[in-house]
């Protein structure tokens, strides 16, 4: 059986964006199953402490702009830190990816074309049509999947992330679980490849 590992995150989050493909090419390159779970940042913040970007102190968002001009950097990168249509409603995006998901299909090819829309295009990611047309560039049924999307079944499974994301210590997006251990920001891409390599049993709070 492969490992797996779930994939907390956000379309609104820069971070997640970031990390996305080096994050899957360590999935690919250890053949683990990824498991693939948006979550409201707004609530997971709420729920664990966090404050939203505009109430954080002008230090920390001035050192995020910092950070994201260095990874744009690190990540051979071309994007807008502060791209037009951001932030957004993200709550139908995120939804789009559990309604793939849920399709039997991977979300993969989807999450890279909505990363770049938002970040490199400067695309609306809170219009329905906007995120129609980026699945069907992704080789997906836009109307099926709309009707998916805007069903019970999506809101049950986006409300089930964000319990089972504050129940497994996730504060943040991207986070990535791995045997439990809580891998966050793609910062830390190195250390879950490192971990995936070795085999070594998970860390802990309590050594």
């Known amino acids: ?5 779930d994939y907390y995150f956000s379309l609104v989050s820069p ?13 690919q390159k250890h053949g683990v199953e990824v498991n693939y779970k948006p979550v409201f940042l707004g609530r997971v913040f709420s729920e664990t402490g966090g404050l939203p970007l505009a109430q954080r102190h002008p230090a920390r968002q001035r050192y995020r702009i910092v ?11 071309t994007f807008n830190i502060n791209p037009k249509h951001w932030p957004f409603d ?15 299909r991977s979300p993969d090819a989807f999450l890279r074309r909505a990363f770049a829309a938002i970040w490199e295009e400067e695309r609306d990611l809170g219009d329905p049509l906007v995120l129609s047309e980026l699945a069907e560039q ?11 999307v805007t069903g019970s079944t999506t809101e049950a499974i986006y409300a089930l992330n964000l319990e089972n994301a504050v129940a497994g210590d996730v504060f943040g997006s991207p986070a990535y679980v791995l045997d439990g251990e809580v891998f966050w920001g793609q910062d830390r891409l190195e250390l879950l490849d490192d971990a995936l390599s070795s085999g070594r049993s998970p860390y802990t709070p309590n050594p």
């Open 1 to 5: 059986m492969p490992r797996t590992i």
């Open 15 to 27: 971070w997640a964006y970031i990390g996305h493909a080096p994050f899957m090419e360590v999935a």
């Open 67 to 77: 950070e994201l001009q260095r990874w744009r950097e690190k990540r051979g990168l």
């Open 90 to 104: 993200v709550n139908l995006a995120d939804r789009f990816v559990i309604a793939i998901t849920a399709s039997g």
């Open 138 to 148: 992704a080789g997906l049924d836009s109307s099926a999947l709309m009707d998916v």
